[in-house]
């Protein structure tokens, strides 16, 4: 009785006053009922949680279940970055963490300066600002590499903020000698406060256009899933299928539905003042000196030796570089497909399908550009936008391109062109002949993590309705990278964006029979510089891994 009465109070509750997700807990729990019985009576009962955003009142997210909404709880709980101080007024470069002061220290941990194959490597970082003194605060952006450029080696590193100025960084030792440790500051704590309230504030800093057209009148508009309130008629585009929200302020003299196509406009100047906190060479992606050696002997492994470090820390990479060639640590081996006959051969008989943006893109192009017998199809679409398509008749290889849907920075996509990545999932057969390769990560930076977490949990039904029917299917999904950063990319598309979305993503699939291509690590463990687009070297070794999912065993 007490449990009927809780479930009526429950659905008024949501249904005439929104209540957020935690007060429906806290209510729950006063009804002394079992957390997984709500869960499941919120499924069943298709109670919803209308979540808007604790600050992006003017962003329309769609509705989440009692059980997304307390995944998202999860994620946002574990991507949560340490409080960042307030910005002095006038803002001088003086209290700002200065990479060129502070230091990194090599510890000498447990095996007393001595360190084998397999064990783990622990390197203090210490902050100080530009006078010298030390930081007192954590929330500074640090990338960590170890490498050996004569063994062509590298291995990304985990990084500890210890909330007090100081970080832990800890490296995997995957191979025998020389190892040189390269600690990287991307941005000071400063500047994520800057990056935070940007988010906060102005998550359309971004402004996305649609032209309307019937005969002789077109008009342009201003879209975009957060679409400030005016007096105007909005279209509302939301995807009945998805239910992923999309928005453009009504043409004065046209119909919604004429509607032609999609682009991005540039950010506005307003947004480029801040300057003093995003500068290259300065306090933007500048290593930190060491305060002693920064390399180390690695010793041969020892049988049945087993080391932790001072914190008790240990670095669980996905891999490493050695001889240029990626190494995993789990799961698949990764084979070399070096010449594009071997390349045919693993992708004979097979059909993949890539959906995403220009990083996905970018792995079409490298097949296109590889194996002489794929001959690209013209489907008149544009340059960069596809959609596209590539046959081997002789293999019986199909290779498809498509763009996800908005939001998306690309200019003029036809509105036909505008497809949803579930949607495209929901229309694939499937088997042990497809292949599904996705990516989507570059274009959501902008925008509040929680429409982003929205949109990979729609991605994520699609998949697993597409594994339920065919479960050979092959699901491969490449992580978000790190970039080359200016100004603009920074306050359009920072690390620090990236990084919350490349733990997401990697959480959000986890458990799930798909596989990953850990972008990210293979960016930050090689020498060559990062970029949005990787060069060549890291996507030949990002080809691998994916063929590699494909064809386990070499033929």
């Known amino acids: 009785m007490k449990f009927q009465v809780c479930k009526r109070k429950a659905r008024i509750c949501i249904q005439k006053y929104g209540c957020i997700f935690l007060f429906l807990v806290v209510f729950v729990l006063s009804c002394a009922i079992d957390f997984k019985d709500i869960m499941e009576y919120t499924v069943k009962s298709n109670i919803y949680i209308s979540h808007t955003g604790r600050h992006y009142n003017f962003c329309q997210f769609q509705p989440l279940t009692l059980k997304e ?58 902050m100080y600002d530009f006078h010298g003194h030390p930081k007192k605060s954590g929330g500074d952006v640090l990338l960590a590499r170890l490498h050996n450029p004569t063994l062509g080696a590298g291995v990304a590193g985990q990084v500890v903020d210890h909330f007090n100025g100081s970080y832990s960084t ?36 971004i402004y996305f256009k649609s032209l309307f057209r019937s005969g002789s009148i077109s008009e342009i508009t201003t879209c975009n899933v957060c679409l400030r309130p005016t007096q105007r008629p909005v279209c509302n585009y939301t995807d009945l299928r998805t239910g992923e929200p999309w928005f453009c302020y009504k043409p004065e003299n046209l119909s ?29 992606k500048v290593f930190i000196p060491a305060s002693g050696s920064a390399n180390v002997t690695v010793l041969p492994k020892k049988k049945d030796r087993f080391m932790v470090n001072s914190h008790g820390l240990k670095s669980r990479p996905s891999g490493y570089y050695y001889r240029g060639v990626w190494r995993a640590l789990h799961g698949t081996t990764v084979h070399q497909f070096n010449t594009s006959s071997a390349i045919s051969q693993c992708l004979k008989g097979k059909v993949v399908h890539m959906y995403g943006d220009s990083t996905i893109r970018q792995w079409f192009e490298y097949f296109n550009a590889t194996l002489p017998d794929l001959k690209e199809f013209n489907l008149h679409g544009q340059k960069k936008i596809g959609p596209y398509m590539a046959l081997d008749d002789a293999h019986n290889i199909l290779v498809t391109y498509r763009c996800h849907g908005p939001p998306i920075r690309f200019s003029k996509v036809p509105v036909s062109e505008l497809r949803y990545i579930a949607n495209e999932l929901d229309s694939v057969t499937g088997g042990n002949d497809t292949v599904v390769v996705l990516g989507i990560w570059a274009h959501f930076s902008t925008f509040p993590i929680e429409l982003y977490i929205r949109r990979l949990q729609s991605i994520r039904r699609a998949v697993v309705r597409l594994l339920s029917r065919a479960p050979d299917t092959r699901v491969v999904i490449r992580t978000a990278n790190p970039k080359n950063l200016t100004l603009y990319e920074t306050i359009t598309n920072s690390d620090w964006y990236s990084l919350q979305q490349d733990k997401v993503l990697k959480t959000m699939f986890k458990g799930l029979n798909v596989h990953l291509v850990d972008a990210w690590e293979m960016v930050v463990a090689h020498y060559l510089p990062h970029s949005l687009h990787p060069q ?14 494909i064809c386990p065993k070499k033929g």
């Not at 999609?262 to 300057?275: C, G, L, V």
């Not at 060549?536 to 999912?549: D, F, G, Q, T």
């Open 69 to 126: 909404a307390y995944e998202e709880h999860l994620l946002l709980k574990s991507i949560a970055w340490p409080k960042t101080p307030p910005l002095p007024f006038p803002l001088y470069l003086s209290k700002i963490s200065d990479p060129s002061r502070s230091t990194f220290t090599i510890l000498s941990g447990r095996g007393g300066g001595q360190w084998h194959k397999g064990d783990n490597l622990e390197v203090l970082v210490k």
């Open 170 to 205: 800890v490296f995997y030792l995957p191979w025998e000698g020389n190892a040189e440790v390269e600690v990287t500051l991307v941005h000071p704590s400063e500047a994520v406060t800057v990056l935070r309230r940007l988010t906060k504030k102005h998550p359309d800093r």
């Open 256 to 284: 919604c539905d004429a509607r032609i196509d999609h682009s991005k406009e540039k950010i506005k100047q307003s947004f480029m003042t801040m300057e003093i906190l995003f500068q290259r060479g300065v306090n933007m």
């Open 536 to 549: 060549p070297p890291i996507i030949e070794n990002m080809i691998n891994v994916l063929l590699s999912y």
